[in-house]
């Protein structure tokens, strides 16, 4: 049977933005499969709160998503179990310094695989569902994608690869999927600095280049990606929406 409420397959769910976003799609009754890799127990606790405030609302996806096999897996374990996809949101991503002297091969394979071919092969895999449902697909991107964060070409590359598929996916989908992104600025700080005190020093920079002057919230970006899901945005495909407080460099 198909189920009677929308259903969105979030990649990275289990902490941080991904999080965030599940739990503000979950409050405004979308159900959820949750894609996480190695955060096991978030993902279980995340779920687990989700299921006690609605009752069969959630399916925990294990997956490394640089195993190209494991996508269309995803997609069809999420169709197998609601019945249903109504909307995708790629917002799993590796993120890792990259400084170009000792960078290798496989960073740059681990980095394309994870951050740009991941999400295109998710939304092509999901495609036919999306279609079915009129829904809509949202990359989670980042400022860095158009400018270059020094020490992470290869992030930096990944990201402004993400916005140029979010680009063509939206001509190639439409007229019956909207693609769209959103590109956070300074939400959440890295979780580890091997210099704390540079780290506060870039961190103070950053905020200083920023016009609101402060950083943003999980749920600023989860609001954005809400709406691009939404028939609010009904109008809306192929565009990045900013998240950044005005980031000015």
Same mark, same amino acid.
């Given at each position: 049977?198909?189920?009677?409420?929308?259903?969105?397959?979030?990649?990275?769910?289990?902490?941080?933005?991904?999080?965030?976003?599940?739990?503000?799609?979950?409050?405004?009754?979308?159900?959820?499969? !949750?894609?996480?890799?190695?955060?096991?127990?978030?993902?279980?606790?995340?779920?687990?709160?989700?299921?006690?405030?609605?009752?069969?609302?959630?399916? !925990?996806?294990?997956?490394?998503?640089?195993?190209?096999?494991?996508?269309? $897996?995803?997609?069809?374990?999420?169709?197998?179990?609601?019945?249903?996809?109504?909307?995708?949101?790629?917002? /799993?991503? !590796?993120?890792?310094?990259?400084?170009?002297?000792?960078?290798?091969? /496989?960073?740059?394979?681990?980095?394309?695989?994870?951050?740009?071919?991941?999400?295109?092969?998710?939304?092509?895999?999901?495609?036919?569902?999306?279609?079915?449902? +009129?829904?809509?697909?949202? =990359?989670?991107?980042?400022?860095?994608? +158009?400018?270059?964060?020094?020490?992470? /070409?290869?992030?930096?590359?990944?990201?402004?690869?993400?916005?140029?598929?979010?680009?063509?996916?939206?001509? $190639?989908?439409?007229?019956?999927?909207?693609? =769209? %992104?959103?590109?956070?600025?300074?939400?959440?700080?890295?979780?580890?600095?091997?210099?704390?005190?540079?780290?506060?020093?870039?961190?103070?920079?950053?905020?200083? %280049?920023?016009?609101? +002057?402060?950083? +943003?919230?999980?749920?600023?970006?989860?609001?954005?990606?809400?709406?691009?899901?939404?028939?609010?945005?009904?109008?809306?495909?192929?565009?990045?929406?900013?998240?950044?407080?005005?980031?000015?460099?």
């Amino acid at each position: 049977m198909r189920h009677p409420r929308p259903v969105v397959l979030v990649t990275g769910a289990a902490r941080r933005i991904g999080a965030a976003i599940a739990r503000r799609l979950h409050a405004h009754g979308y159900d959820l499969a !949750l894609h996480h890799h190695h955060s096991v127990a978030d993902a279980t606790d995340l779920a687990a709160a989700l299921e006690t405030a609605r009752d069969g609302s959630t399916l !925990l996806l294990q997956a490394d998503l640089a195993r190209f096999d494991r996508l269309p $897996e995803l997609v069809a374990a999420c169709v197998g179990h609601f019945g249903r996809l109504d909307g995708l949101v790629n917002n /799993a991503s !590796l993120f890792q310094p990259t400084p170009l002297a000792t960078a290798t091969p /496989a960073q740059w394979d681990a980095m394309m695989s994870t951050n740009a071919r991941a999400p295109l092969f998710l939304a092509m895999a999901a495609a036919p569902h999306l279609r079915a449902a +009129g829904g809509a697909v949202v =990359n989670v991107t980042d400022l860095y994608a +158009g400018r270059p964060l020094h020490g992470h /070409a290869f992030y930096s590359a990944s990201k402004a690869a993400l916005v140029s598929l979010t680009r063509a996916l939206a001509q $190639e989908l439409a007229p019956d999927v909207r693609v =769209n %992104a959103v590109a956070p600025g300074a939400i959440l700080w890295p979780e580890q600095a091997s210099d704390p005190q540079q780290a506060q020093a870039r961190q103070r920079a950053i905020l200083d %280049a920023t016009s609101l +002057g402060r950083s +943003g919230a999980p749920g600023d970006v989860a609001a954005a990606v809400h709406w691009l899901l939404s028939a609010d945005a009904g109008y809306v495909t192929g565009q990045v929406l900013h998240v950044d407080g005005g980031r000015e460099r």
